[in-house]
């Protein structure tokens, strides 16, 4: 009998020792419900690691996540972990939540279904305060044309709402970018939440702008377990009306849509053999001029350095604008001529593709031979397929790229100054940006000028522990117009 005894004890004790089986559980915050009002779905679980399911959308309702929360608490003398994960979403008609994989410290369980009753009525009738509509300026537009939807919503002031969320927007075949913040006002004894997109249509045909939603907790009175009133959110869901798009394709090999201007300015116009040319080319207009995207600039014989294009848009009475612009540094040992830059575009107003070329800019370059002087080709274009010449290593692509072309400039006359009074100046005080806007002009006709500035690239701006000889440099500076 004590044996027995024993052995019962002994399984107890083990069974204490194991942890707590995984489970997992899913429920609504209400069932039933009134239809148009919103339903919370929570699923919990035990368990260290938990991963919880992505749910988009239960049978054709979209589904939001509202976070999820993490508890500790004890259970048979040790401490168990429960995870709680809720979702939201706005049912019409009654519907059965499906079972869902919730995987548990590496395993996985599924919870059970749960059919939700929803019920008309009620909802109706705290509805006939609000409305939601959205309108666009265009019912015809092209692909990437800019359509401006206005999302408003209108409550009574008499309403008793506690929040009102407009629900992210999801569409397929458009590119969507909200526009400033929500803006509230008054009019006609409601209050106005209004909101601005901008639609672009990414494809040819009958497109709809699916409608948008907007999400309400409207204050109910209730009593709670001690008796004291109190007021508790109650969330549904209104749906604006969609809205029919016609959608017209773009000619061939043009990808731009509105007004445009382009620019381009180089400076300066007169150099040294090895010298920069700062080159600087502007697109502004309204538009998608976010999709500019200019032709590579090869022009024979010169060293082309190009900065990443800098692009800034805004939003203003109505009007999408934006302005693109791009830097060049632009190196070479004879005269050059900087060929058109040209802009195509589609005008939506009269439907016409429009063309757009800055003028060509002539580039002097002073010491270069005879020989090197080149026969000039009016009909050069950017993009054309001459091959460029590169005078030094990769590398130095990655230390034109940082300096801005005004720096650039700078630092050029600051050689010249510099390489003339060199030998005055003390070798103490001279700093690492100074030593490479020195050396900077000479990369391209002395290999030890190049090796110097790629070093000096390297510690400045990449943070290795590279070792600069100050009297190598002066040297190298002392004979480098021997080079």
């Not at 399984?11 to 009002?37: C, F, H």
């Not at 969507?176 to 990414?202: S, T, W």
């Amino acid at each position: 009998m004590s044996g027995k005894i024993f052995k019962a004890t002994f399984m107890i004790s083990v069974l204490g020792l194991l942890p707590i089986l995984a489970s997992v559980r899913a429920s609504v915050d209400e069932n039933p419900v009134i239809s148009g009002e919103s339903v919370e779905l929570s699923i919990e679980a035990k368990g260290e690691h938990v991963k919880f399911p992505k749910i988009e959308k239960i049978g054709n309702i979209p589904v939001t996540e509202e976070g999820s929360q993490r508890f500790e608490h004890f259970e048979n003398n040790r401490t168990v972990v429960e995870w709680v994960k809720l979702y939201a979403f706005t049912p019409e008609r009654s519907i059965t939540i499906p079972s869902y994989a919730v995987v548990v410290d590496g395993k996985t369980k599924k919870t059970s279904p749960i059919f939700l009753q929803v019920k008309n009525g009620g909802g109706a009738d705290i509805k006939k305060d609000f409305r939601l509509e959205i309108e666009s300026d265009k019912k015809e537009a092209y692909v990437a044309e800019a359509v401006r939807v206005v999302a408003r919503f209108y409550e009574k002031k008499s309403a008793p709402v506690m929040n009102v969320e407009f629900l992210p927007i999801h569409y397929e075949n458009f590119w969507v970018k909200r526009i400033g913040g929500e803006k509230r006002y008054v009019k006609n004894g409601y209050l106005v939440h209004e909101i601005h997109y901008l639609f672009f249509p990414q494809k040819a045909g009958k497109l709809v702008v699916e409608p948008v939603s907007v999400k309400v907790a409207v204050a109910k009175k209730m009593r709670d377990a001690f008796g004291f009133i109190v007021r508790r959110p109650i969330w549904f869901t209104l749906k604006s009306e969609s809205i029919p798009l016609q959608v017209k394709p773009l000619p061939p090999d043009i990808n731009l849509v509105g007004h445009f201007k382009i620019g381009a300015e180089a400076h300066p116009r007169s150099v040294l053999a090895g010298e920069p040319v700062e080159l600087h080319v502007r697109v502004n207009g309204e538009g998608n001029i976010e999709d500019y995207d200019p032709l590579e600039l090869k022009i024979k014989g010169v060293t082309v350095y190009a900065d990443k294009p800098k692009l800034s848009q805004k939003y203003s009475h109505g009007i999408y604008r934006g302005k693109w612009e791009m830097n060049y540094v632009l190196i070479a040992q004879k005269p050059f001529t900087i060929p058109p830059f040209t802009l195509r575009y589609l005008d939506p107003s009269s439907g016409e593709v429009r063309t757009l070329e800055t003028s060509p800019i002539e580039i002097e370059v002073k010491g270069a031979t005879q020989k090197d002087i080149p026969v000039k080709d009016s009909k050069s274009k950017i993009g054309s397929p001459e091959p460029k010449i590169d005078f030094v290593k990769n590398s130095w692509l990655m230390l034109a790229f940082v300096f801005g072309m005004g720096t650039m400039y700078g630092a050029m006359s600051l050689a010249r100054f510099l390489g003339r009074k060199q030998k005055k100046r003390p070798k103490k005080i001279i700093k690492e940006k100074e030593m490479l806007q020195r050396v900077l002009p000479y990369v391209h006709r002395c290999p030890d000028a190049a090796i110097m500035a790629e070093n000096l690239y390297a510690k400045i701006y990449e943070g290795k522990p590279v070792k600069i000889d100050i009297k190598k440099f002066e040297s190298l500076m002392s004979k480098i117009d021997g080079c």
